[in-house]
């Protein structure tokens, strides 16, 4: 077999064995049953789906025919460093800023990663993804998470 896509190669690569370090993970977990599924349920089919997608983009390298090569071009560190930052401080500022102050930043800080940046957009994403996370994991899950930071109450 001939190698038609760098590109495919490494991606596939990389998404095959991060689908089975996630699946892995998750056997550390008690498995469930379909009807009951445990904590580990879900992240290994997760795991298995991505390995499986990872496979499958492995094998298109070497059999779709990419232009010049398929030539991996050069990291984008920058974007790479501000979203995994973003992430990190949402982590970090969860438990005493709230969901209300923390989300909105991950949100605004993962924004300056990109090319473009538009003030109006990037506020009304914020406000979307915020109200729709507390309806989601803490109205319809039932999560514990600090809506607001612990100096309010």
């Given at each position: 077999m001939k190698l038609k896509s760098r590109k495919d190669?490494?991606?596939?690569?990389?998404?095959?064995?991060?689908?089975?370090?996630?699946?892995t993970g998750a056997t550390n977990y008690r498995f469930g049953e379909s009807a009951r599924p445990g904590p580990g349920y879900f992240p290994f089919g997760?795991?298995?789906l991505l390995a499986g997608l990872g496979l499958i983009v492995l094998l298109r390298a070497f059999t779709v025919n990419a232009p010049d090569g398929g030539r991996v071009g050069t990291i984008a560190w920058r974007p790479m460093l501000v979203v995994v930052?973003?992430?990190?401080?949402?982590?970090?500022t969860l438990t005493h800023l709230g969901m209300a102050i923390s989300l909105p930043l991950l949100v605004i800080s993962i924004s300056y990663a990109g090319d473009e940046f538009?003030?109006?957009g990037v506020l009304i994403n914020s406000a979307v993804l915020t109200i729709g996370s507390w309806l989601i994991?803490?109205?319809g899950l039932g999560?514990?998470?600090?809506?607001?930071?612990?100096?309010?109450g």
């Open positions: 190669l490494w991606s596939g690569l990389l998404f095959f064995v991060a689908g089975v370090a996630f699946a997760l795991g298995i930052g973003a992430i990190l401080v949402f982590a970090l538009h003030w109006k994991f803490i109205e999560l514990i998470i600090p809506v607001w930071p612990t100096f309010i």
